[in-house]
């Protein structure tokens, strides 16, 4: 589990603490009638404090996709339990998971794939708020053009269809849609992957700013440590369905103990011992 640090308050109570979670999916070969069983998460336990960075890694297939999953309520774990601040996830009625929702948002790979190409820049960002509060078409466009200020975008684009967007644009359309119900925790799953290096760099930079601007937490995922040493404060390293190590980026990286995490450093490009900062 990644180490217990204080708040600002002296508690030491972590926003989100995940315990002892499993699941077990059901996979067959196409050339097979047999099936077998695929181990995606094995007892995993995380803290992620308060307006902290915590960076989960490892490389493809390890769980980290499976854990977000479950931590933004889209899949079920089979054991374990998941705590947000002082509410049980697993155990929430169906209009309390309605409103946990909202606090915790899930931003994916190919999160701006699933925009509604119909709908204009402000209109996608600004949906959210039609589902959960239900707001009047002027309150969410008002809400959404200040929501794309924060991210970078110009509002003379928000009448622009998403299709029109670089793909480094549409990020920070996904970000700012993300952002719009002011969630506590904001889970990026691989969310920068496939941007081109530079375009990663700003939208990173964008990232920490906005953690200070809505003291957000981020559970940052990815198969890339460059990324992740240089946002997270905290970083666990997942294989196949465990947490092998974990702890500040600081220790990690310049004392890896697990055979496993010394693989995935030492395949970072350039890197030589280099220090982080
Ligand atoms: P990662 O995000 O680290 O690449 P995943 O959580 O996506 O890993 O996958 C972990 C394991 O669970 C993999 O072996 C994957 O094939 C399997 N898996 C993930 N989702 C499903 C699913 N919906 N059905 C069957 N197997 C799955
Ligand atoms: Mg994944």
């Known amino acids: ?85 002082d509410k049980d996830l697993l155990g929430l009625s169906s209009a309390e998971l309605f409103a946990a929702r909202r606090q915790i948002q899930l931003i994916f790979q190919n999160s701006a ?30 809400q959404a053009l200040a929501m794309m200020e924060q991210v970078g975008i110009p509002p003379e684009w928000a009448d622009r269809s998403p299709l029109e967007f670089s793909g480094g644009q549409r ?33 990173a930079n964008l990232l920490v700013n906005l953690q200070a601007s809505f003291s957000l937490t981020y559970l940052y995922i990815s198969h890339d440590l460059r990324m992740a040493g240089y946002l997270a404060d905290e970083i666990a390293v997942m294989q196949r369905g465990k947490i092998v190590e974990s702890g500040s980026v600081g220790e990690v990286f310049s004392h890896p103990k697990h055979p496993h995490t010394r693989v995935l450093i030492a395949s970072i490009p350039g890197w030589e011992g280099a220090s982080l900062s």
Not at 5 to 11: A, F
Not at 180 to 197: F, N, Q, V, Y
């Open 113 to 142: 794939a699933a925009m509604n190409p119909r709908f204009s820049a402000a209109e996608v960002v600004g949906e959210p708020l039609c589902i959960q509060e239900r707001a009047s078409k002027q309150k969410r466009r008002k």
């Open 171 to 203: 990020q920070r359309l996904v970000i700012a849609r993300a952002l719009i119900l002011r969630p506590k925790l904001l889970i990026l799953d691989e969310a920068l992957s496939g941007l081109d290096l530079p375009i990663q760099a700003q939208i």
């Open 1 to 85: 589990m990644v180490a217990e640090k204080s708040t600002e308050t002296g508690q030491r109570v972590p926003l989100l603490r995940v315990r002892n979670l499993s699941k077990r999916y059901v996979q067959g070969r196409w050339f097979s009638r047999s099936k077998f069983q695929v181990t995606a998460l094995d007892d995993v336990s995380l803290a992620v404090y308060s307006r902290s960075t915590v960076a989960l890694v490892g490389e493809s297939g390890s769980g980290k996709s499976t854990l977000a999953r479950c931590v933004a309520r889209l899949s079920k774990p089979d054991s374990g339990e998941i705590w947000f601040e």
